[in-house]
């Protein structure tokens, strides 16, 4: 069954109690929490995941967010995020807890889901060919992201590269895409129909907001994509849209300088990041206008040959 | 298994260290000249900065020979090259 079909007291039950399991890409998560914000934002944001009986299903992740005592819950109340009983961070203010729980369950995967290549950056499909969007913060990328998968692109992760390193194609993870700061006005304006989370404020990375995944990508959440383009966005005010090839060796390092696990796969690691770097074209991408770079990508995608069915 | 995995890209390439788990960059010139040393091990280094300049289209003069200099220290540094 997918989690908006259970009612929101039945979820919050289940929070509270044994935990809610729900399958994200290809991870299972026992999540449990008894904070109202985060039974609201799985509501808000995971209604088409797919949940079931925390009893009965096993979980590849365990991860509980709560306060961290009772006196914390009235004196500037806090949150923890755990895994697998393990407390991996430092407690963060209460508003937080969403935001937590997101970046939590990045960490969780990045630092366990060693079955792919993990590169920190956004990735969309069109047309069976995936997009990789590596660049460091503050370069727009999330902001395009957002910008894509609300033009048609499918999104397949805004955070998580995941590269099978068997098969060598992306996996998708499409959960909610976090914007910040500027790009959660300038996404509401994009797209008034996107649906946006409550910000939480002050937080490491500024103002943070959570946008639900489209339904279509969620939908074909286990349908992977071969890749297609590395393309480093830079959001520069007043720039034309920009395409400029860039150096293939330079772009493998730059990947597996920003891989989660790149050092722990050792030679693996190498072969999966440069047969990746072969079958991509890679490109500097510079724009001002969320609406243009959308434009640019669609030629690219266009131009393209389709990929056969991954 | 060999020390060093080697993959090409066009002019440039990367390397994979095996034994330190180490990944490197080569750049044009770098990986021309590795490949001129590995390729034709009988030349010495005046007769590679002539090859390579030859093939740079550019005077094997002492700019370029400071390049050349710079990028077989670079090689050496990674152990794709022998220290004299």
Request: glycine fraction near 6%; hydrophobic fraction near 40%; aromatic fraction near 10%.
């Amino acid at each position: 069954m997918k989690l908006l079909q259970l009612s929101p007291s039945s979820l919050r039950k289940h929070l509270a109690g044994q935990g809610v399991w729900l399958r994200t890409g290809p991870f299972s998560l026992r999540i449990q929490s008894r904070l109202p914000r985060v039974a609201e934002g799985l509501i808000e944001l995971y209604g088409q995941f797919e949940v079931r009986d925390s009893n009965l299903a096993f979980a590849d992740f365990h991860v509980e967010i709560n306060s961290p005592s009772m006196l914390r819950r009235w004196f500037r109340p806090q949150v923890n995020f755990s895994f697998d009983g393990d407390l991996p961070f430092k407690p963060l203010p209460l508003d937080q807890a969403y935001p937590m729980l997101e970046w939590g369950l990045n960490w969780s995967i990045s630092m366990h889901a060693h079955q792919y290549l993990i590169i920190h950056a956004g990735v969309v499909e069109k047309n069976g060919l995936a997009a990789i969007l590596p660049a460091p913060p503050g370069s727009g990328k999330s902001t395009l992201t957002a910008g894509l998968v609300l033009s048609g692109w499918r999104l397949l992760s805004d955070e998580l590269t995941l590269i099978d390193r068997k098969t060598g194609l992306i996996q998708p993870l499409p959960r909610p895409v976090s914007l910040k700061n500027e790009s959660i006005p300038l996404i509401r304006d994009f797209s008034p129909d996107a649906f946006i989370n409550r910000a939480s404020h002050d937080t490491a990375k500024g103002t943070v907001a959570h946008m639900r995944p489209p339904k279509e990508s969620v939908r074909r959440q286990h349908e992977p994509a071969r890749p297609g383009w590395v393309i480093f966005p830079k959001w520069s005010a007043d720039s034309s849209t920009t395409l400029t090839p860039r150096s293939k060796a330079q772009t493998f390092m730059f990947l597996a300088q920003n891989a989660f696990n790149y050092s722990q796969l050792g030679a693996d690691g190498f072969r999966v990041g440069t047969r990746l770097i072969e079958q991509a074209e890679c490109y500097d991408f510079q724009y001002s206008q969320l609406d243009q770079a959308v434009a640019a990508f669609d030629r690219l995608a266009n131009a393209a040959p389709a990929a056969k069915a991954a | 298994m060999a020390r060093f995995q080697i993959k090409c890209f066009e002019h440039e390439a990367v390397v994979f260290d095996t034994a330190s788990g180490d990944t490197h960059y080569l750049t044009p010139l770098a990986h021309a000249l590795y490949m001129t040393s590995r390729d034709q091990p009988g030349k010495n280094l005046s007769e590679m900065t002539t090859a390579l300049a030859l093939s740079f289209e550019v005077e094997p003069d002492m700019h370029f020979g400071q390049l050349i200099d710079h990028a077989m220290a670079s090689l050496q540094q990674i152990g794709l090259l022998e220290t004299p």
